[in-house]
Nanobody, 129 residues
Framework: EVQLVESGGGLVQAGGSLRLSCAAS????????MIWFRQAPGKEREGVSC????????YYSNSVKGRFTISSDWAKNTVHLRMNNLDTEDTAVYYC??????????????????????WGQGTQVTVSS
């Protein structure tokens, strides 16, 4: 059974940094799409960054491009999201999710939450002004 566990959230002042991690277990292959979503109160869940684990291709939403960096340490089945220059608008629960790439769902094809089958429990990121 695939399981994802996020860590690294917390409270930080605007302009600060945090690094989130997502540890995956129960995986068989080494080619997946790992994506970070976030959901702020009263808002829809949005994808912020995605990585293809076999070749390290990375993707970012416009709202985080240049501030966030996604990376993978797939020998440890772990994906990180380094978040710099945080803003109060980044306050949200952050979730990692995984696609096995079945039906062509991956970083370059879909960032719809409905298309990702495996999810972590989420980690809260709060940015204070």
């Amino acid at each position: 059974e695939v399981q994802l566990v996020e860590s690294g959230g917390g409270l930080v002042q605007a302009g600060g940094s945090l690094r989130l991690s997502c540890a995956a277990s129960g995986l068989i292959y080494d080619d997946y799409a790992m994506i970070w979503f976030r959901q702020a109160p009263g808002k829809e869940r949005e994808g912020v960054s995605c990585i293809r684990t076999n070749d390290g291709s990375t993707y970012y939403s416009n709202s985080v491009k240049g501030r966030f960096t996604i990376s993978s340490d797939w020998a440890k089945n772990t994906v990180h999201l380094r978040m710099n220059n945080l803003d109060t608008e980044d306050t949200a629960v952050y979730y990692c999710a995984l696609s096995t790439l079945a039906d062509g769902i991956g970083c370059s094809s879909s960032w719809s939450p409905n298309d990702y089958d495996y999810w972590g429990q989420g980690t809260q990121v709060t940015v204070s002004s």
